[in-house]
């Protein structure tokens, strides 16, 4: 109810303020995968992790697009999205989602609200990423890192999942990003409440309905022998609880070299160490914590390819992640896609503990549908 709120404040104020000539159009657009993975561990965590996975999922996005002149544009948008056999649980609704959502481009900027992600989100761009790992919580389809964990019962994070502010996910927000000016532009974010699945917050602390800030920044310069992108963000949630992020990437003619970085600290004592009921031990560690991230990437015609390295550490406990990536895409035409990806981790959890823990290599492959 508050997103369809927000959306239509936004949708009249837009319609008392500019021109009343116009015109609406509809967009319909959406995406499917499906994929098989085999994981190969080493033997001592072999009786915890399944040697063989396959997961699907789905997106559908629908948009009306409101034009009253080349200045001023509405647009009304509702996704939904779906999962089949996904480790992480991580959609609104668990296994189905929705994000709805405005935004109103005027000269002044843009302003949105909705079920978004804020504007270090929309800002950032470091390590490449195609194809069935595309996002760093991917890869727990196929091996599972026990340091991320979101089911019904059970939300944990021991460490950071991007380099980029994702805490509040899709949480209902506020954003309003500037103009562009010289290749500069400003963006900040406001969430009342910061609680939601796509995100790292557990529902059951006592701050899950604590409201939060992003604030961001991002660059975009021709330097002649190549294309520079960058961005820094800045987030406080709970008071006390503060990130920041860096993103950087290199574009030149088919290549792409990027990386990003996200420091997070609590300012004062933790409130909560997680020994209560639905909260696991270590539930919420990623709120002190370091991560970075590095990647090339290649792209010609309808192939892609990128290989990271995806590094996170908590700062109080032993629980760090090291994941090499290396994924593909082949678009055979204009509707099918080839996958194929391989990947090789070490998990380390918040204890020596054989089902704590994880290493090994994982091999996926798959077909995407877009229509």
Not at 135 to 153: G, S
Not at 223 to 233: A, E, H, K
Not at 326 to 338: A, C, D, H, R
Not at 343 to 369: I, K, M, P, W, Y
Request: aromatic share 16%; proline share 3%.
């Amino acid at each position: 109810m508050k997103n369809f709120c927000v959306a239509a404040a936004l949708a009249l104020l837009f319609y008392t303020g500019a021109a009343r000539a116009g015109e609406w159009s509809f967009e319909a657009a959406g995406k499917a995968r499906g994929a098989y993975g085999y994981s190969d561990v080493s033997s001592r965590f072999e009786k915890y992790d399944d040697n063989n996975d396959t997961f699907g999922d789905a997106e559908i996005y629908l948009s009306a697009i409101y034009e009253a002149d080349e200045d001023y544009t509405l647009g009304l948008h509702l996704d939904a999205m779906a999962g089949a056999d996904k480790e992480l649980q991580d959609y609104n609704q668990g296994r189905w989602g929705e994000e709805a959502y405005a935004i109103l481009d005027t000269p002044y900027g843009s302003l949105q609200g909705g079920q978004m992600y804020n504007v270090d989100y929309q800002f950032y761009e470091g390590a490449p990423r195609v194809g069935l790992l595309r996002a760093n919580t991917d890869i727990v389809n196929f091996i599972v890192n026990p340091n991320w964990r979101r089911t019904d019962k059970e939300t944990k994070f021991a460490t950071l999942t991007t380099a980029y502010v994702n805490t509040d996910g899709v949480a209902p927000k506020i954003n309003y990003i500037s103009p562009e000016l010289f290749g500069f532009r400003a963006g900040i974010s406001y969430i009342p409440e910061t609680y939601n699945r796509r995100g790292l917050i557990n529902r059951h602390a006592d701050y899950a309905e604590d409201d939060g800030w992003v604030g961001a920044l991002s660059a975009e310069q021709d330097l002649g022998w190549f294309d520079l992108s960058t961005s820094f963000g800045y987030a406080r949630f709970h008071e006390d609880d503060h990130e920041f992020s860096a993103g950087l990437q290199l574009r030149r003619g088919n290549w792409s070299l990027g990386g990003g970085w996200r420091k997070t600290y609590v300012d004062g004592p933790r409130d909560q160490t997680g020994e209560e009921p639905y909260l696991p031990v270590f539930f919420d560690e990623y709120r002190e914590g370091r991560v970075y991230e590095i990647g090339i990437g290649y792209e010609i015609g309808p192939y892609q390819s990128a290989l990271t390295y995806f590094d996170a550490k908590a700062d109080n406990v032993r629980s760090h992640d090291k994941i090499w990536m290396f994924s593909n895409q082949y678009q055979i035409n204009k509707y099918l896609l080839v996958y194929l990806a391989a990947a090789h981790v070490d998990f380390a959890g918040t204890s020596s503990a054989a089902d704590d823990n994880n290493r090994g290599f994982a091999f996926a492959g798959g077909l995407g549908l877009t229509f």
